[in-house]
């Protein structure tokens, strides 16, 4: 499965789930493209490439159809992944109660700075670095945020995977490259670059591309 | 140009303009690469497309190639940005002053709670929402970030439209799409969804895809 029909068959397990809370029973195609952002025959060709079949002109059972996607998406027991570096955007991380809807729980947040570390007002602990490699451990955390100042990014990026830590989100604006770990495989590394993100939006304006509904 | 491609010219001219700040006067394409995250190869054919070309085993110059990328990527005057959404991500955004680099202001935020606004500690100002359309057009504001709860983000994101902003960044959890504005265009809008992301990282991990030293 590539990229982009990831994203869109997670944003359908995700529309799913909501469906499910409200009690529905039945979804169609154009249900889960509007909240897919896509057309209803890109989610027929998604499903019919997974094999997936709705009843003619009665929909999709919502509860089997998220089972079957879930099992796609490997969903199961909850996620849990740690926050390098208590600054602003790892707190705001930290105090953000929507990840639980996605299966996903931040077990406790590190920073090397002692105030942040004791003045800590969030539920989720905040640890000093020196204890990351023990909890990380013990707490079989297979994933990271990476939130400190560009300067440390680098440096922490290779403490988390010393770890045996095998995914990284990284929001410092370094662009961090996967690398070899001591087994010789390579961790899975995300960059979220705020900056260049912007950047990126007002060349966009500039230079429009052909109009298309779908981005 | 296609969207990959202006990733990595947007990473070339960043790591233009350090070295320019640090003073260097000659870069390598190899150099470029490792800022990037890609090989020297493909810096060269990226070049080659944009019809650059270095001097046999000089190198290029960096001011004269960041002039020319950046003339390529439309810089010039800084460019204005608003924050719609004061709560910790908007606050923490306010606050990151790393967007300067790239030629990014954060003129003001909006927020419709009255607390958010009287209390605001930042150097930035945080108006209220009702003075949304009344800035936008004096300032010219051309985009938009959006970091309002996700009950509140379409609302705010056809308020947005309508005050002829044509780019949009959007935090909330919900996935906007582009629609045409009065003037019949789309604008831009570019979704990051951090529990989206989270949970294509932990789908990575699971399921490792052939392993390639670039992603």
């Keep these: 499965m590539n990229n982009e029909m990831l994203i869109r068959i ?6 799913l789930n909501k469906l499910r809370t409200i009690g529905l029973e039945k979804v169609f195609a ?8 896509v057309s209803a025959a890109i989610v027929r060709k998604d499903f019919s490439q997974l094999n997936i079949y709705g009843q003619k002109r ?5 509860v089997e159809l998220s089972d079957v996607i879930g099992k796609i998406l490997g969903k199961g027991e909850p996620e849990n992944v740690i926050v390098v570096g208590c600054g602003r955007i790892g707190m705001a991380l930290m ?3 929507g990840f639980e809807n996605d299966g996903i729980n931040i077990l406790a947040g590190f920073d090397n700075n ?6 800590n007002s969030s539920l989720i602990p905040i640890l000093p670095i020196s204890k990351l490699d023990e909890f990380a451990l013990q707490n079989k955390i297979s994933a990271a945020i990476i939130t400190v100042p560009e300067a440390a990014a680098q440096d922490t990026y290779s403490h988390i995977l010393e770890c045996n830590i095998k995914g990284v989100l990284n ?24 900056g260049l ?8 304006i500039k230079f429009p ?7």
């Design 58 to 62: 009665g929909g999709y059972d919502i």
């Design 30 to 37: 154009h249900n889960l493209a509007d909240a897919a952002g």
């Design 95 to 97: 105090h953000y109660s």
């Design 197 to 204: 993100e912007l950047e990126q939006l007002f060349y966009e």
């Design 10 to 15: 997670t944003r359908y397990y995700r529309a």
């Design 209 to 215: 591309k052909e109009q298309s509904p779908n981005s």
């Design 114 to 119: 002692p105030g942040v570390v004791s003045s």
């Design 171 to 194: 929001f410092s604006p370094v662009t961090l490259k996967p690398m070899p770990t001591a087994d010789g495989k390579l961790p899975v590394v995300h960059n979220i670059n705020i």
